[in-house]
């Protein structure tokens, strides 16, 4: 049932570059999630944006959301060496009638100093 | 304050022991959830609970037995353990299922040897 995939697996910048990842999914959708998981640590909820939106922001990220294309992006802008963990998309399953969120395989970032 | 607090944060047992781990929300959810984190991060739903009732079982072996004694508590006990089982499990919680942002704990890493 999983059916995020995000993309690049992996990915490494400079301190101040920015990054960008992507999440693709399959079936429809009523909101999208990202999260963000440090080492040895559990995933920390980062931004939601429902399928009516097409953009959010908070601080430093910037989340887009394209429900014909299924597809979203998530920005980091002026990285930091702090922003080094592994981020994932997560959308509820319809099948469960949208009570739980099935996760991709995350994108593992890390921002040098 | 910890809002989604796990216990133990290790666990390390041989084949065909059974063991469980705790978990305790103080955050008022309603719904509460049981992950396993394989070990490429690979993050897969097991359960769900809504208000102490059983929403989704996502084709979890029967050795696995999740029990939700109140609202705040949703505990896993898993019997004849198996090497397969090694993984980090996480509890998380939120106030309207998919719909909602999910509060993770920090994990429980279970070694089976």
């Known amino acids: 049932s999983q059916q995020g995939e995000e993309d690049p697996q992996a990915l490494s910048i400079q301190e101040g570059e920015n990054a960008t990842m992507n999440c693709s999914y399959k079936?429809?959708?009523?909101?999208l999630q990202w999260y963000r998981q440090n080492s040895g640590r559990g995933l920390v909820h980062l931004i939601l944006?429902?399928?009516?939106?097409r953009e959010k922001h908070s601080g430093r990220l910037r989340v887009t959301l394209d429900t014909s294309k299924k597809s979203s992006s998530l920005l980091i802008t002026a990285s930091r060496a702090a922003d080094t963990a592994s981020y994932f998309c997560?959308?509820?399953?319809?099948?469960?009638?949208?009570?739980?969120?099935?996760f991709g395989k995350g994108t593992m970032l890390l921002v040098s100093p | 304050d910890t809002a989604v607090s796990q216990t133990p944060k290790y666990l390390v047992t041989q084949m065909g022991n059974d063991k469980s781990i705790k978990c305790e929300q103080n955050l008022g959810h309603d719904t509460m959830y049981w992950y396993k984190q394989d070990s490429k991060k690979f993050l897969k739903i097991m359960f769900s609970y809504n208000n102490k009732e059983l929403i989704i079982n996502e084709t979890v072996p029967n050795r696995f037995s999740p029990k939700s004694p109140d609202k705040a508590h949703l505990n896993l006990h898993i019997n004849s353990l198996e090497l397969g089982d090694s993984a980090v499990y996480f509890c998380a919680s939120s106030q309207a299922g998919g719909n909602s942002p999910l509060h993770f704990g920090n994990g429980t890493r279970l070694t089976v040897t």
């Open positions: 944006i429902r399928s009516n939106e």
């Open positions: 997560a959308t509820p399953l319809e099948n469960s009638g949208y009570s739980t969120l099935t």
């Open positions: 079936t429809s959708i009523n909101n």
